[in-house]
């Protein structure tokens, strides 16, 4: 594949983004190169730890033992529980996932 603008690469992370799709299935199925395809993902972080900042849907406890987490068509279930070392593992995964 031939040079790719900053432009065409956000209009392909986008399209990505809203395909719910793996990051490698989405390249492989667009006729991009997944190794190239995938470190453009990972170069859209702009934090270092990985994390997206997210916006979690709020539930009272008196609804649920659990806070739902919502990004895309993921959602985890994190019980009211759960300790901080837990919550990290949790959210790595998520990253991993993603």
Not at 17 to 34: C, D, H, I
Not at 52 to 64: F, K, L
């Amino acid at each position: 594949m031939n040079y790719i603008s900053k432009e065409e690469k956000a209009k392909w992370l986008e399209k990505w983004r809203r395909s719910g799709k793996k990051a490698w299935t989405y390249a492989k199925e667009n006729g991009l190169v997944p190794q190239t395809f995938c470190s453009w993902v990972k170069g859209r972080s702009k934090t270092k730890s990985g994390f997206v900042e997210i916006q979690p849907r709020v539930i009272t406890a008196t609804q649920s033992s659990v806070i739902i987490v919502e990004k895309g068509e993921v959602k985890i279930h994190i019980p009211l529980g759960m300790n901080s070392s837990e919550l990290r593992v949790v959210m790595e995964g998520l990253v991993v996932a993603l």
